[in-house]
């Protein structure tokens, strides 16, 4: 079993930054890949951004050049870097292990 803690989330003004981090804890750590998702209000879930264990990482779209995930596995932490925010990010982010395993969610709100 894995469990994932997300922090970081909160509001902030449009063209802001904000830093989410993912805690994982649990036997089963070591995943090949970890990843970001978001779920928007009245929304589904979707794909932001992965890492693999070589660092090898993806993005969708809308955030690239603007987010940047990275991890520590000696630390066990999932981190993204979010910069140049837009009202349209506003969303719960999930942590996502390649168990599969989610985290429990941080909310984001890009507003002014």
């Known amino acids: 079993q894995v469990q994932l803690v997300e922090s970081g989330g909160g509001l902030v003004q449009p063209g802001g930054s904000l830093r989410l981090s993912c805690a994982a804890s649990?036997?089963?750590?070591?995943?090949?890949?970890m990843a970001w998702y978001r779920q928007a209000p009245g929304k589904e879930r979707e794909f932001v951004a992965s890492i693999t264990r070589s660092d090898s990482t993806n993005y969708v779209d809308s955030v690239k050049g603007r987010f940047t995930i990275s991890r520590d596995n000696a630390k066990r932490m999932l981190y993204l870097q979010m910069n140049s925010l837009k009202p349209e990010d506003t969303a719960v982010y999930y942590c996502?292990?390649?168990?599969?395993?989610w985290g429990q969610g941080t909310q984001v709100i890009v507003s002014s």
């Open positions: 996502y292990h390649s168990g599969p395993f």
């Open positions: 649990g036997s089963m750590f070591s995943p090949n890949t």
